[in-house]
């Protein structure tokens, strides 16, 4: 049976406590291009919306809101480790009289038609089950009607839960058990308050399936910005909304009780949270006092290395990974997104100030843009290696995701978007645009990566480590699994994992179960040759690794990225002459620094 050991002792039945309530909750997968489902043995990144309601069912059963004579047990699923059992979990919420529900976790839309392949065998059971995350909040907050696959999911019985669940889940669960679930709960106007809430956490064997033992929670939600491709500022808003440094340091406390070490901090710009002095102190304190020796991951945008003292501070308080938001060097890009926070005149500062705290830097390019050609990315690529300092890019076409402002605006121009939700995500093209073929764009999404990630440039990168104080020992798996994942794969990194799991029987409904003799040796011939293929790239980087720490002049390596920022280099660099729109970009900038005197002071402030 699947019910956990932690959630028996978390809910520990008085003798009054006759009944226990099976709350379920499921993370879905999504499918490969072949219809099997995308598992690990290991994960690389843990799901903080599986930990948020975890966190908060845990608090639902200690605080017995179901009544002092019901218990609730609470079992966790991550399909991306662990296969979803689902007759063993109707078993269990059988052999409890049928009290219990299922709820999916943070489904977003790439993972929406697996939701409901899981839900289907659950509703003919006549087992609750609520599906919320973003794909529901997002066509809630965007769209004046239900899409098609809501409407499924609607006539299947399954209730839609759309925005954020703090200070909800009491209700939720006593509808649940009342068996009076509302067909939509819809809280995308009333966001709460996330002070003193349950910080987020899993189960300890569930981190143990991660990776490093990673672990997520967010310090605050909400991004002030309007980039037209996001989804996050219209369902989590765009006003900053933060934990307490308490919180913070009771979710680190928790965790490292269990062995963990490394964090993601899972807001989308950390940057813009309130809070964030207060709480690279208290982690700084953590570090420094308590010698808890904590590794912290955040996003930030572009702009950050102008708030006095963020960069320096993140250093402090273990940031050794950062992910910003590059997206695209054509400033006609950006604009047409509503990207106006970006500034190329910025991204050498910002890159330079980060190195200077030994961080990796971790970057997103975003192709098809209204604006990109073939020719201008693989030109865009070549200025991004020779200028930018950058250690890992990865590359995603630009998907128009429900819930977008992307979306909306071509709903409403009754464009065609591929109506398959399951190939909404990295690697696909889902609506037309008229430079390329869908398959062309897929395919030069492709050769980016390969463009990106050439052995010279690998060495760059590491030699570029090597002089900024960086760790490469860090550095060479980041590589490793950037470099790879998409070519052995066919997954964005971000998706991927340690050792790939497929079972012959776990794949996409209407595509046909293969026979024993073509599925087992077929996936034992992709297993040798892909593990082959890794552990060569493996060994080619840990020899390129030895080769450059063995060089006594690695500290005094330079190129023109780490170059410091110049008062002349808008004249002489690709990356701010390459087109016209960013000379006038550049043009821009130096007026509003003339007008404003801000040109001397901003020199001033450049990291060396």
Request: hydrophobic share 40%; with cysteine; charged share 25%.
């Amino acid at each position: 049976m699947m019910a956990t050991k932690e959630a028996n002792r978390m809910a520990t039945a008085s003798p009054q406590r006759k009944r226990r309530f099976q709350f379920i909750l499921i993370k879905p997968s999504r499918y490969d291009d072949d219809g099997y489902l995308i598992q690990w043995v290991r994960a690389y990144l843990p799901s903080n919306s599986l930990a948020v309601l975890y966190s908060l069912a845990r608090d639902c059963a200690r605080r017995a809101v179901l009544g002092p004579d019901v218990a609730i047990d609470v079992t966790v699923v991550d399909e991306f480790t662990t296969r979803v059992r689902i007759k063993e979990l109707i078993a269990l919420i059988r052999n409890h009289d049928g009290f219990g529900a299922v709820g999916m976790a943070g489904v977003q839309t790439t993972q929406f038609p697996r939701a409901l392949d899981i839900a289907r065998p659950f509703r003919a059971a006549d087992v609750p089950v609520i599906i919320g995350g973003f794909h529901v909040s997002g066509c809630l907050a965007m769209l004046p009607e239900l899409q098609a696959d809501l409407k499924v999911a609607l006539d299947m019985g399954i209730s839609l839960f759309a925005g954020e669940v703090e200070g909800r889940l009491d209700g939720i669960l006593r509808d649940a058990a009342n068996g009076t679930l509302q067909p939509i709960y819809n809280y995308l106007k009333e966001l709460p308050a996330l002070e003193s809430e349950p910080t987020p956490i899993l189960p300890g064997k569930h981190l143990k399936r991660i990776v490093q033992s990673f672990a997520s929670f967010d310090a605050g939600r909400g991004c002030p910005y309007q980039c037209s491709f996001c989804v996050i500022i219209n369902v989590q808003g765009r006003k900053s909304r933060g934990r307490t440094p308490d919180d913070v340091e009771r979710a680190i406390r928790e965790h490292w009780a269990q062995g963990v070490r490394h964090f993601l901090i899972t807001d989308d710009n950390f940057a813009r949270h309130k809070g964030w002095e207060a709480i690279f102190d208290r982690i700084t304190l953590l570090r420094e006092r308590d010698k808890m020796n904590i590794r912290v991951m955040i996003q930030a945008d572009m702009l950050c290395h102008k708030i006095p003292n963020f960069i320096e501070k993140a250093g402090r308080a273990g940031v050794n990974r950062v992910f910003v938001g590059l997206e695209s060097i054509n400033p006609a890009n950006l604009i047409a997104t509503k990207n106006r926070q970006n500034k190329i005149t910025e991204y050498r500062q910002n890159l330079l100030a980060w190195k200077k705290v030994g961080g990796i830097v971790t970057a997103g390019y975003i192709i098809g843009f209204p604006y990109d050609t073939p020719e201008s990315i693989y030109k865009d690529i070549e200025i991004i290696k020779k200028e930018l300092p950058l250690d890992i890019l990865g590359f995603t076409l630009l998907c128009p995701l429900p819930g977008s402002e992307d979306h909306k605006v071509l709903w409403e121009k009754g464009v065609w978007m591929n109506p398959d939700m399951n190939l909404y995500d990295a690697e696909h093209m889902v609506t037309n645009n008229p430079i390329l073929s869908k398959e062309g764009w897929e395919e030069l999404c492709r050769s980016a990566w390969k463009a990106y990630y050439t052995p010279d440039h690998i060495e760059t990168i590491l030699r570029r480590a090597a002089a900024s104080n960086c760790s490469i020992s860090r550095l060479v798996p980041l590589i490793w699994l950037f470099s790879s994942a998409l070519e052995l794969e066919g997954i964005h990194p971000y998706h991927a994992g340690l050792l790939r799991r497929k079972y012959r029987h776990d794949r996409r409904p209407g595509m046909p179960i293969e026979p024993i003799w073509s599925f087992y040796p077929r996936f034992a011939w992709e297993f040798v040759s892909k593990t082959t293929r890794a552990l060569r790239l493996l060994l080619w980087l840990h020899l390129t690794k030895r080769r450059i720490l063995k060089d006594p002049a690695r500290y005094s390596y330079m190129d023109q990225a780490l170059t410091p920022v110049s008062d002349d280099e808008t004249e002489k660099l690709d990356l701010f002459t390459h087109s016209d729109t960013a000379r006038q970009a550049v043009a821009h900038v130096h007026k509003i620094e003339q007008l404003t005197g801000a040109h001397s002071a901003a020199r001033a402030e450049t990291p060396a």
